[in-house]
Each structure stands twice: as C-alpha cells, then as structure tokens.
C-alpha cells in the first residue's frame, strides 16, 4: 500500500512537470502574425572575405557561392577594396519557405524551386553591389526537383503582406541562367545581382479554382493560409477575398496537397494542416486549434 501510494505521488510530480512544460512551451505572446515568422525565420550565415581575392564560399548545407576578385562597388558605384561581409540564407525546402514568408509565387503564378538565397554584401555595414559586368555564380545543392526549364528570379520584397513577403519575377538580363550538366551531377546559376535570388520555374499545369472557408476564424487577430503541393517544392499563398469573407484562388493545380493555416488569437499561435485532393470548384473548411512552435515545425518538416 505505501509503495502503492509512493509510485502514485511520483506519477501526480511527473504529470504536473508534463503539464507546466507543455504550459510553458505555448506562452510566448505574439502580437501579430508577422511576429511570429519574424521569430521563427531561419537565421542567416555570415562570411568575412577579401574582396580583392576570388571569393568561394560554402554554407551548412553545402551550397557554394562564388564571387571574382574586385566583383563589388558601393550604390555610388565607387570601387571597393580589402574586407567584406556576406550575410547568406538559403531556403530549400517548403517548410523553410513558410516561416521564411518567401512562398513561391511570381505575380500571382504558381512557380516551383531548385533553391531560394538571400545574398547581402556590406563593408563597414554600407551596403554592396556588383560592379558592372561581374556575377555570383551559386553552386545548387540537389533538391530532388527537375531541373528542365529553371531560370533564374529576383524577389521582391512586399512587407505589407503577413504571409508572404517576396514576389518572385524573372530575370532575362544575358547572362542570367541555370545551367545543368549533361549528367545533371553539376547544377550552377548565375545571376548579374545580389539579395534575393532565386532558381525557378513556372507550373504550367492547367489551373483550378479553389476555396478555403475561414471556419472558425473568429476572434483571430490574423490568418494566413498557403497550399504546398504534394512532390513539388513549392507553396503558394491563398489571397482572400474580402466581399465573399473567404480564402479564393484561381492559380491552383489539380494535384494532391496540403493545406495550411495559420493564424494568432490572444497572442498564441493556432493552425490547421489538412491534407486535400485540390479539384476545380471544390472547397474546405479550417478548423484552427492551439499548438506550439515545436509542434508546427514538426509537422511542416513533414512536407515533401
């Protein structure tokens, strides 16, 4: 009986950690959406290089950039020597480009990526160009995703939309391109700028009318609401139409998918992944339920 009621007291401790932990794991308070990816963001590498040497750099995840000795001027266009410091961030995979807010859409289209970069070059925290006929050549890691028509895209930045802040457009300067070896071993872009970079290309798939019914959005602050499709590295956004108080786009394609919504209601994080065949002219409706970050990363990371 003792050791009956010992075993108890220790199950009642361990529990009512469990529930503190979990308590504490959900009490960050946002006060607004755009917190939160801000918060979540992946975070950028940062190298120091002499620019008056070739300049070869490799990130974490094994992607390398590389740049020609004397490539970078001020805005000014006034020449630029010695030490320089590149901030890199690479998204890859369609969780990253959720939480980095950088869906890939191109004016409204559905595009599909090889590999997203931001690419920022300061010197003495004065911002960077490059010099007239001199590139950044961007060695692509190999995503699993078909190379044939990639071209490459600027991105630009739009912070006035929460859930999606990068507009990607196509760059058709000469020399801007994505080329792939014969045996698609070595895939390399090169690009005449740096920031926002980007290896794509369009879906061309026929395109389909699709709804997302908000549900049970009352009492949220702000919601966003994104479709990965499934085999595909990309993710759009779902614009939302303010006369018929629901989520509506015409760009979609008839593929298998996942829809996303995430939102924020008294300062804590809500959403709802659900799983949908996308059909012309079909809908569905969200049910949005508290959940941590942890937990939603976990289940983004899920999307392939």
Not at 12 to 28: M, N, R, T
Not at 116 to 145: D, H
Not at 271 to 298: F, G, H, R, W, Y
Request: hydrophobic share 40%; net charge neutral.
């Amino acid at each position: 009986m003792k050791r009956f009621l010992f075993l108890s007291s220790i199950i009642a401790v361990v529990i009512g950690c469990q529930k503190e932990l979990s308590h504490s794991s959900s009490s960050y308070n946002y006060q607004s959406l755009s917190e939160f990816f801000e918060k979540n963001q992946k975070p950028s590498q940062t190298f120091s290089q002499n620019s008056s040497n070739i300049i070869s750099l490799q990130t974490n995840k094994g992607t390398k950039i590389i740049f020609q000795p004397n490539s970078f001027i001020t805005l000014n266009d006034q020449p630029v020597t010695g030490d320089i410091s590149i901030e890199v961030k690479e998204i890859l995979t369609p969780s990253e480009m959720i939480l980095n807010r950088t869906l890939t859409v191109s004016n409204g289209q559905p595009i599909e990526s090889g590999g997203e970069f931001f690419v920022r070059v300061t010197k003495n925290g004065q911002e960077l160009k490059l010099a007239p006929g001199y590139g950044m050549q961007i060695k692509l890691p190999s995503l699993g995703v078909s190379m044939n028509n990639m071209q490459v895209f600027n991105g630009q930045v739009n912070n006035a939309d929460a859930g999606n802040k990068v507009n990607w457009v196509p760059n058709t300067n000469p020399g801007n391109a994505v080329i792939v070896d014969t045996f698609g071993l070595s895939r390399t872009l090169f690009a005449d700028s740096v920031n926002w970079i980007n290896c794509d290309r369009f879906l061309n798939d026929p395109r389909i009318n699709y709804t997302v019914n908000p549900g049970n959005i009352s009492g949220l602050d702000s919601l966003t609401v994104v479709v990965h499709f499934t085999g595909r590295n990309s993710v759009i956004s779902m614009p939302w139409n303010s006369t018929a108080l629901k989520f509506y786009s015409q760009s979609l394609i008839a593929s298998d998918a996942t829809v996303i919504g995430i939102g924020i209601r008294d300062h804590k994080i809500l959403a709802s992944i659900v799983p949908v065949t996308l059909q012309n002219d079909q809908s569905i409706t969200l049910n949005l339920l508290p959940i941590t970050e942890a937990q939603l990363k976990e289940r983004l990371v899920l999307l392939h």
